[in-house]
């Protein structure tokens, strides 16, 4: 069930850049930046997330243990998270309405107590049916499930996993086809590629998928170390933390700092360049680049866990960029 | 020697056909043994002892979606059919709570599947009404993300996968990663500081910046990304200052350049990569200037081409009560692109906004 060591990725090794036409990466980098547009339109009214490392870490160690992809991983997590969010918000309409009507009105504990109760078997119908957008010869079937159910001591039968993965497609209305970060990753790094980035792009996507892996890990303290470099304050209210959702959802920016941070681990001399590239590109501010891959780096090298929040300076952060636009100047 | 060969072979007519009788069709048998006309039947045991309760009208809802959703191994039309409520999947609104927490079976799954079910049936009856964590105050409203919260908090998972610290592993990679790279650990830091001077300070026609930058880029008829740039700050120079509509409708459909071929000279007056800062700022920027409304505006690379009389320092331009009250879905500092398509291009206009990058 565990494995020591991580597995290195078989499609690493097939991943091949360069070989799709400009005109298809250019179509298909455009409709990313709208999906993504429209994605952080969206995210405006949406109020809360659920995204918390020991569950992600569990999706991916389950990905690794049956062989999947890394989107399938990111995937899975991304239909999970919205599959809660929806659970929850049923929740709380449940416990508006019979707190109006005033029947039953312990009834949406119980709803809440069932939906923990039946969290493990919701998380790998996830996996299962991101598993199931992938590649067809890498599905997850059932007995693989249920064996794996049954070794941490849940018995379930076949339908109930059914009944599970209807429940999650029902509650997605069946779009579960959800954009990953590694999609912009990626496509950025063709771009990239055919600019003439100095930086392989198969050497940048390596460390790229690590990278992501760990932003996907530690999304709270990540996006909580931005928020508070971008409002230069320790304490975001909690109308910026709701404000900031949005720049959450923001996929394009996230693989830009990706790869920024993956280009600085790689060659820092050339790390400027990447930067230059990414910024024309996609038109994002060199400064946003330079402080978010500052609080992915930061990160990533231990400087902050969950367990111990040790915020980025903020103040460092704003008096840097202030010398650096006076410089400019 | 025998003489009821030849003449006993009349007689087996009628005990074969007897015989014949005797083994009925599965479907015959199946009627016999459950009294209804149900269409398929399978090897099992019989149906009938396992789900009587089943009512005719649900096996009509199985029609659609026969075997498909719970026996892929054993082909389409099996009849083995665990979606019998498969009519769920056609109405709306069945959420999880919704849904009961007993699923209407057709018969239970055969093997050690069948086991297990009583126990995490039971466990999942066992769900006490009103006995969910937290304090039982039936006025007791939880918001959103405060439930959220409360259920990642609450929330056990089991040790599956003990010895395993994805997080510490990941750190690790990296170290390593930049410890082969580099040697050591380098200043971080250097990211913050490395990146504002350099690349504003490019010239478009720097030798080494035209080895850089993408002809695609350069040439505003054959790249995509400045093609957006393009259309962008025409839309929003169309806003103030008309003064590169001429420019837009150019780039209707754009293609890249041959990627491997030779590098197209950039044009020396065309705008740099640089001038693409100019571009509509993500969220993170606009936040970033809202918050920051008391701090002076946020560092932008140099300009370098005609002036942008854009909203992308907009912070002290904002009130603080009317900052916090941006929201992304309801921003509409820009025209409508309506508005700028038909005050601008002379060609229809098919590309959707892209204000963020």
């Known amino acids: 069930m565990d494995r020591p060591v991580r597995p290195s990725l078989a499609s690493l090794s097939d991943f091949q850049f360069g070989a799709v036409t400009t005109e298809t990466i250019e179509d298909a980098l455009l409709h990313l930046a709208q999906q993504n547009e429209q994605a952080v339109r969206d995210a405006a009214g949406r109020l809360g997330s659920f995204r918390e490392t020991r569950i992600v870490e569990f999706v991916f160690l389950l990905s690794e243990q049956w062989c999947l992809e890394k989107s399938v991983s990111y995937q899975a997590v991304e239909i999970l998270e919205r599959f809660m969010v929806k659970q929850a918000e049923n929740i709380c309409r449940q416990a508006t309405i019979q707190l109006r009507d005033k029947t039953e009105p312990q009834n949406w504990r119980a709803l809440k107590e069932q939906l923990f109760n039946k969290f493990i078997l919701r998380l790998v119908s996830c996996v299962q049916l991101a598993s199931k957008l992938s590649f067809h010869y890498k599905i997850i079937g059932n007995v693989t499930v249920l064996n794996f159910l049954q070794a941490l001591g849940y018995l379930h039968t076949k339908e109930e996993l059914l009944e599970s993965e209807l429940d999650v497609l029902k509650s997605l209305n069946f779009q579960i086809n959800l954009p990953t970060p590694l999609a912009y990753v990626e496509m950025l790094l063709e771009v990239l590629g055919y600019n003439g980035c100095l930086v392989p792009a198969t050497q940048l996507h390596a460390t790229c998928l690590t990278l992501l892996d760990l932003v996907y ?101 704003a008096r840097t960029l202030r010398a650096a636009a006076a410089s400019n100047s | 020697m025998d003489p009821r060969g030849p003449a006993s072979r009349p007689f087996q007519r009628p005990e074969k056909t007897g015989r014949v009788r005797r083994r009925k069709t599965r479907r015959e048998r199946n009627e016999a043994l459950v009294g209804s006309r149900r269409p398929l039947v399978r090897r099992d045991p019989p149906l009938a002892s396992r789900d009587p309760p089943v009512a005719p009208n649900a096996h009509k809802l199985v029609v659609i979606t026969q075997g498909r959703l719970s026996r892929e191994h054993r082909g389409l039309f099996n009849h083995e059919v665990k979606s019998l409520d498969v009519a769920r999947l056609l109405s709306s609104g069945s959420l999880e709570p919704v849904t009961p927490a007993l699923p209407i079976k057709s018969s239970p799954s055969p093997g050690r599947a069948q086991e297990p079910a009583p126990q995490s049936r039971s466990k999942e009856k066992q769900v006490p009404v009103g006995s969910g964590p937290g304090p039982p105050s039936p006025l007791e409203l939880p918001g959103l993300g405060q439930l959220l919260k409360e259920l990642q908090c609450q929330l056990i998972l089991p040790q599956a996968f003990p010895r395993r610290n994805l997080v510490q592993e990941t750190r690790d990679a990296i170290v390593g990663t930049l410890q082969a790279c580099h040697g050591c650990v380098p200043d971080l830091t250097l990211v913050l500081r490395d990146c504002q001077p350099r690349l504003p300070g490019t010239k478009p026609g720097d030798p080494e910046r035209r080895r850089m930058t993408p002809s695609w880029i350069n040439n505003p008829e054959q790249a995509p990304g400045e093609g957006r740039q393009k259309r962008r700050q025409g839309t929003k120079e169309l806003t103030f200052t008309m003064s590169n509509s001429s420019s837009t409708p150019a780039i209707h459909r754009v293609s890249l350049a041959p990627p491997k071929g030779p590098w197209t000279p950039p044009l020396p007056s065309l705008p740099s990569p640089s001038a693409a800062a100019w571009g509509p700022p993500t969220a993170f920027d606009l936040l970033k200037s809202i918050w920051l409304v008391a701090t002076p505006s946020p560092p932008r690379p140099r300009v370098v081409g005609p002036p942008q009389p854009l909203p992308q320092p907009p912070s002290p331009l904002l009130s603080q009560t009317s900052a916090l009250d941006w929201s992304p879905a309801s921003p509409a500092p820009l025209p409508s692109l309506s508005w700028v398509v038909a005050q601008s291009s002379p060609e229809a206009w098919s590309f959707p906004p892209m204000r963020l990058y």
């Not at chain 1, 978010?292 to 990533?300: E, K, Q, V």
């Open chain 1, 217 to 317: 890990l530690l999304h709270e303290p990540v996006y909580e170390n931005l928020l508070r470099a971008s409002i230069e304050n320790s304490t975001p209210s909690q109308l910026q933390g709701e404000k900031f959702i949005s720049v959450k959802e923001d996929f394009m920016l996230l693989a830009v700092a990706i790869i920024a941070a993956s280009a600085f681990i790689q060659n820092h001399e050339c790390w400027s360049q990447v930067v230059g590239h990414l910024h024309s590109i996609t038109g994002i501010a060199l400064e946003s680049i330079a402080e978010f891959s500052y609080a992915i780096l930061t990160h990533s090298v231990g400087a902050n866990t969950p367990g111990q929040q040790k915020p980025v300076p903020p103040h460092l952060v």
